[in-house]
């Protein structure tokens, strides 16, 4: 459960209203009861719930169980869509670690209006599922070109452009920390064939779900630092893209030939991302 306040031995944590129905009404808790908390600071902790009150309930923080960890240094920018798809896109990014979302509004943005507490809840609600220790910030929309006049400096940007990239995995291999072509080609010269030299499973680095996300807190991670952009509906506008390759910052990708919604972009563009770059 994600809880506001600090979390140190034997500290008294108040959930929310809502949080405290939803732990004695349906998780049905009673006095004694343990859950795990987390505030985006200070890691995972074991509580127990010390008092049930007809206003709330009070918990005890009892012990960390795990310490603070941070997903990838990623930001997601998305240009806004329609509502029920930023909010698929504002899930999706918090399951796949990103750190931040973004939301722009470009040329051919139709913007819908949007609930950015109901992003809130929907962010920290996939946040609690997936086991991450940080909830995802998402910004109030702001235009493009005034995001990249501010931009970051040593942040890249993985720009997804249906109109021609570079292969995701291919031009993001120069800055993977894993030897990403473990093998050769499974293709042999007579279309696909029995795979030449298949992979060598042993030689494979493994990357398994370490215990507790075990990562130091990433901030100032330099050569991590990314950001992905995904585009509207009609796609980014030709003075969009010309000014988007020409920025230094910037990798033009493809995610293949065919032309992928908004949240199929982004999911699989911080899945692409995630294979070679990020964890
Ligand atoms: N411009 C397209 C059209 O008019 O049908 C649709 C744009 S698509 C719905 C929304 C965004 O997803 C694009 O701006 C791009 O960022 C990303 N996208 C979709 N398919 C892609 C692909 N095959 N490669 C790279 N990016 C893609």
Redesign the pocket.
Known sequence: LHVQGDLAPGGAVAPTLDQSRYLTQVMRLKAGDELLVFNGRDGEWRVSVAEVLKKGVILRAEEQTRPQAYGPDLELIV?VVKKARVETIVEKAAELGAKRVRLVLTHRTNADRLRLDRLDAIAEEAAEQTGRLDVPAVDDPVKLDALLDGWEDGRRLMF???TG?APAITALTPFSPFPLWGGSSARSGDGVGAAEGALDHQALPTRSRPDGLDHPPHEGEGEGRWAI????????SPEEGERLRSLPFTTA??????????DT?AIA?MTLWQAAVGD
């Open positions: 240009a997804c452009d249906e990239g952009l995904i585009g509207p509906e009609g796609g980014f990708v493809s995610l293949g030939p065919r032309i992928l919604r908004a972009a563009a």
